[in-house]
């Protein structure tokens, strides 16, 4: 079958592994319970969304291999070995949240695992700074994720927009095709009103996925662009905001920069009346333009590429200065 083919099958088996996962999800107790932080959390919630993304991808992927003797060789051990490892590490979070020092610590293993295995940026040519930014990536990738997971729907959307920029890159590889179907199923319930959760095991998947996939397709002894990284980063440039409002607002506000709080983008825009809908085709929208800007980045000259750079840099500074006037306790 041809790539849209598989697309296909994996959003269908998103649906019903999702279905599944939620009611076995509710009959073993496996759900968020409503907290002070996010005002729409009232009930208790399903929080396996994770789960029941990579059963899809595993599932689907076993189905490739069957029919076209692929699928388990498309997802490399370099791949799967970490994914499985945030995966994991993010449902014991859920299960039974770990203290903020344990759980980067964690974030870090699994990060260098990764590494180790051959994902990795090669920017300076110089093997241990190299490896030190790559770690920092995937570790900031997977918080970034996990932070800006407080609004129904919004993380999911932005893991297909970014899947799908890191896959028109380069030839779009099994793991991203199979992820963003499995996405899409999972947001049919995840969307808001949501009847299941991504959960921390969910935010870590997605975010270690999406940080793999951004890496630059070159020969591991061949040196990247810096336009390269700056496209990554531009192309995350809504959950890169989240986490540096975040330590912002919080540090302003007395607050340790790990502990939870309202000062979440989203909720503030809440709190300025948007609906939770509404947040997340802002959200998206933005996204799609950052990731439009970012494909465009390492095809432009050096000078261009700076500017258009600081252009983007500058107007998220603005974006978050707007979000800090909105107050989440009105």
Same mark, same amino acid.
């Given at each position: 079958?041809?790539?849209?083919?598989w697309?296909?099958?994996?959003?269908v088996? %998103?649906l019903?592994i999702?279905?599944l996962?939620?009611n076995?999800?509710r009959r073993?107790?496996l759900?968020a319970?409503? #907290?002070?932080i996010?005002?729409?959390h009232?009930?208790p919630?399903?929080?396996? %969304?994770?789960?029941?993304i990579? !059963?899809?991808?595993?599932?689907?992927?076993i189905?490739?291999?069957y029919?076209d003797g692929?699928g388990?060789?498309?997802?490399? @051990?370099?791949?799967w070995?970490?994914a499985?490892?945030?995966l994991?590490?993010?449902?014991?979070d859920d299960?039974?949240?770990?203290?903020?020092?344990? &759980?980067?610590?964690?974030?870090s293993?699994a990060?260098i695992?990764a590494v180790? !295995?051959?994902?990795?940026?090669?920017?300076?040519g110089?093997?241990?700074?190299?490896i030190?930014?790559?770690?920092a990536?995937?570790v900031l990738l997977?918080?970034a994720f996990?932070v800006?997971?407080?609004?129904? %729907?919004l993380?999911?959307?932005?893991?297909?927009i970014m899947?799908?920029?890191a %896959?028109a890159?380069?030839?779009?590889s099994?793991?991203?095709?199979v992820? *963003?179907?499995?996405?899409?199923?999972?947001?049919?319930?995840?969307?808001? @009103?949501a009847?299941?959760f991504?959960?921390?095991?969910g935010?870590?998947?997605?975010g270690f996925?999406?940080?793999?996939g951004?890496?630059p397709?070159?020969?591991?002894?061949?040196?990247?662009?810096? &336009?390269?990284a700056?496209?990554?980063?531009?192309a995350?440039?809504?959950?890169?905001?989240?986490?540096?409002?975040?330590?912002?607002?919080r540090r302003?506000? #007395?607050?340790p920069w790990?502990?939870?709080?309202p000062h979440?983008?989203?909720?503030?825009?809440q709190?300025r009346g !948007?609906?939770? *809908?509404?947040i997340?085709?802002?959200?998206?929208s933005?996204a799609?333009?950052l990731?439009? *800007?970012a494909w465009f980045v390492p095809?432009?000259p050096?000078?261009m590429a700076i500017?258009?750079?600081?252009a983007?840099?500058l107007?998220?500074t603005?974006?978050?200065r707007?979000?800090?006037?909105?107050?989440?306790?009105?």
């Open positions: 079958m041809n790539a849209m083919a697309l296909l099958v994996s959003l088996a %998103g019903v999702t279905w996962v939620r076995a999800s073993l107790g759900v319970h409503p #907290g002070a996010v005002p729409q009232r009930e919630v399903a929080s396996t %969304g994770g789960i029941a990579a !059963l899809t991808v595993l599932l689907v992927t189905a490739g291999q029919a692929e388990l060789a498309l997802i490399a @051990p370099r791949v070995i970490p499985s490892l945030f994991i590490l993010g449902v014991i299960i039974r949240p770990l203290h903020a020092v344990a &759980k980067i610590a964690l974030q293993v990060a695992s180790a !295995l051959g994902l990795r940026w090669h920017l300076t110089v093997e241990p700074v190299d030190a930014i790559s770690i990536w995937f997977v918080n996990n800006t997971d407080v609004c129904d %729907g993380v999911g959307g932005l893991a297909v899947l799908a920029f %896959g890159r380069a030839p779009m099994w793991v991203m095709l992820t *963003i179907g499995a996405v899409l199923g999972f947001l049919v319930f995840n969307r808001p @009103p009847s299941i991504l959960g921390d095991g935010s870590h998947l997605l996925i999406v940080g793999a951004l890496l397709h070159t020969p591991a002894d061949a040196s990247v662009s810096w &336009k390269h700056a496209a990554a980063a531009i995350c440039g809504v959950v890169l905001l989240e986490v540096v409002l975040l330590v912002y607002s302003r506000t #007395g607050i790990w502990r939870g709080s979440h983008f989203s909720l503030r825009l709190a !948007l609906s939770r *809908i509404t997340d085709v802002v959200a998206w933005v799609v333009v990731c439009v *800007i095809r432009i050096d000078r500017t258009v750079t600081l983007v840099a107007a998220l603005a974006t978050g707007l979000l800090m006037r909105w107050d989440t306790r009105r």
